[in-house]
């Protein structure tokens, strides 16, 4: 297993990562697809965060893993109540996925004069 950067280039260092895991319902997963390339778009130009990526999970092949790195916490948390991320909540009501899986990993920072640039 590769160790999580702690900086994405030319970012602050990391404090934190977000994720969110959506499972497709049934044959949904083209449409499903589609929409969270939309709020992939929408989360990048306002939300604050460093960086986010959306991967198809490998241990299940209707699922997709939504990531937010960041570089403050305050950011992360109020990026929470965006109103895009109620598109998360309406997949489940459209039937187009069927679970979500939210987490939050907060990163212990290395000492001031370990870190880059420093």
């Known amino acids: 297993m590769q160790p999580i950067p702690s900086t ?3 970012a602050l260092p990391l404090v934190a990562i977000s ?3 959506i499972r497709a319902l049934g044959q949904a997963t083209t449409a499903l697809q589609d929409r969270l390339g939309h709020l992939l778009e929408a989360l990048q130009t306002g939300s604050g965060c460093t960086a986010y990526s959306l ?3 490998t ?5 997709w893993i939504l990531t937010g790195y960041w570089s403050a916490l305050a950011p992360m948390r109020a990026h929470f109540e965006l109103p ?3 598109e998360l909540f ?3 009501r459209e039937r187009l996925a069927d ?3 939210f987490a939050t990993f907060e990163l212990s920072l290395p000492p001031p004069e370990e870190r880059p640039g420093r």
Request: hydrophobic fraction near 35%; charged fraction near 30%; proline fraction near 4%.
């Open 8 to 10: 994405i280039e030319g």
């Open 19 to 21: 994720t969110v895991e």
């Open 55 to 57: 991967a198809r999970s």
């Open 59 to 63: 241990s299940c092949p209707r699922a």
């Open 84 to 86: 895009c991320l109620k």
């Open 90 to 92: 309406a997949l489940t």
């Open 99 to 101: 679970r979500l899986r």
